[in-house]
């Protein structure tokens, strides 16, 4: 059985590589992968979004300004 702690550090570690993917997949895509909300990035992980989708949404926004 894990521990809190055990299952808290998969947890970021899952966080770290959903965001990583995401600014990769922008990147990849021309956009700016230093204007990526991470607020918003967290809240599409949240919401169950894959991680290429995250990226359209902040693609999306990019474009906007």
């Known amino acids: 059985m894990k521990s809190s702690e055990e299952r808290r550090q998969e947890r970021r570690q ?3 590589n ?8 922008v990147w990849r895509s ?4 230093d204007r990526v909300d991470m607020e918003r990035v967290d809240e599409s992980h949240y919401q169950g ?3 290429d989708e995250a ?3 902040e693609l999306r ?3 906007k300004a």
């Not at 959903?18 to 997949?25: H, I, K, R």
């Not at 021309?30 to 992968?33: K, Q, T």
Request: negative net charge; aromatic residues 12%; proline residues 4%.
């Open 14 to 16: 899952e966080e770290r």
């Open 18 to 25: 959903y965001e990583a993917d995401v600014y990769y997949d």
């Open 30 to 33: 021309g956009g700016d992968p």
């Open 49 to 51: 979004l894959e991680h």
């Open 55 to 57: 990226a359209s949404v």
């Open 61 to 63: 926004h990019q474009n």
